[in-house]
């Protein structure tokens, strides 16, 4: 079998608890952002990329959290200087005012999360050959915490389980509905908690936060 991608990854994430593609994310995320904190940053051809459609409000955020302050400000002032030769002169009328709008929509981006973008579903086709290819992988992809956002990504690329389709949708639909439903009474537990008939009972703090990772992102503040 010819993968796309290392499966050591893969196969560590699934090893853990939460979802493993919200891991494989983390950590590819977490590389890029150094990569973009590291000395290449002072080279103006690695910060082409950047310049053309900079980084989201995320991103900026890890990268000014990061330890190297002069090379962002060197990539936000080369994005700054390529932004300012874009819009070098001012529209005239309607028409010429959105085709300004939409320059600069086109150039505005992240250029972190577009990578990302393009690494992520290398990993959910080589999840599905693995379930098919694998033969103790099933057995642990049955028992993983997949979030709502990758799940759907895997049905997508279901198709790549080949003959093993059907059994990777079964146990994709089987723990995704396991979740859900485990969230569901965690969630009910913490209401009650409220009631007032009973007083005294202490809500589980992590319910929340279990809940946001799965139905919505894992970046809990």
């Given at each position: 079998?010819?993968?796309?991608?290392?499966?050591?990854?893969?196969?560590?994430?699934?090893?853990?608890?939460?979802c493993p593609l919200c891991k494989l994310r983390s950590a590819k995320?977490?590389?890029?952002?150094?990569?973009?904190?590291?000395?290449?940053?002072?080279?103006?051809?690695?910060?082409?990329?950047?310049?053309?459609v900079g980084f989201c409000a995320d991103h900026i955020r890890a990268?000014?959290?990061?330890?190297?302050?002069?090379?962002?400000?060197?990539?936000?002032?080369?994005?700054?200087?390529?932004?300012?030769?874009?819009?070098?002169?001012?529209?005239?009328?309607?028409?010429?005012?959105?085709?300004?709008?939409?320059?600069?929509?086109?150039?505005?981006?992240?250029?972190?999360?577009?990578?990302?973008?393009?690494?992520?579903?290398?990993?959910?086709?080589?999840?599905?050959?693995?379930?098919?290819?694998?033969?103790?992988?099933?057995?642990?992809?049955?028992?993983?915490?997949?979030?709502?956002?990758?799940?759907?990504?895997?049905?997508?690329?279901?198709?790549?389980?080949?003959?093993?389709?059907?059994?990777?949708?079964?146990?994709?639909?089987?723990?995704?509905?396991?979740?859900?439903?485990?969230?569901?009474?965690?969630?009910?537990?913490?209401?009650?908690?409220?009631?007032?008939?009973?007083?005294?009972?202490?809500?589980?703090?992590?319910?929340?936060?279990?809940?946001?990772?799965?139905?919505?992102?894992?970046?809990?503040?």
């Amino acid at each position: 079998m010819q993968y796309h991608i290392q499966t050591a990854p893969i196969w560590d994430s699934y090893k853990q608890d939460g979802c493993p593609l919200c891991k494989l994310r983390s950590a590819k995320e977490a590389t890029l952002v150094k990569q973009y904190l590291s000395d290449n940053v002072m080279d103006p051809d690695f910060r082409v990329a950047s310049n053309s459609v900079g980084f989201c409000a995320d991103h900026i955020r890890a990268l000014y959290g990061g330890q190297n302050k002069l090379g962002l400000a060197l990539q936000l002032e080369t994005r700054a200087a390529f932004l300012n030769d874009l819009i070098s002169k001012p529209p005239t009328d309607k028409k010429s005012a959105k085709k300004t709008a939409e320059h600069i929509s086109k150039h505005t981006g992240c250029v972190i999360c577009t990578t990302l973008d393009e690494i992520m579903p290398r990993y959910y086709m080589t999840v599905a050959q693995m379930f098919c290819a694998e033969s103790e992988f099933p057995a642990l992809f049955s028992q993983a915490e997949h979030c709502l956002k990758h799940a759907e990504y895997l049905y997508k690329n279901a198709e790549y389980a080949g003959k093993s389709t059907a059994e990777f949708l079964k146990a994709l639909t089987s723990a995704l509905k396991r979740e859900l439903k485990a969230t569901e009474k965690a969630l009910r537990a913490f209401a009650d908690c409220f009631d007032f008939k009973n007083a005294g009972m202490r809500p589980d703090t992590q319910a929340l936060p279990r809940a946001i990772r799965l139905l919505i992102t894992d970046k809990i503040l």
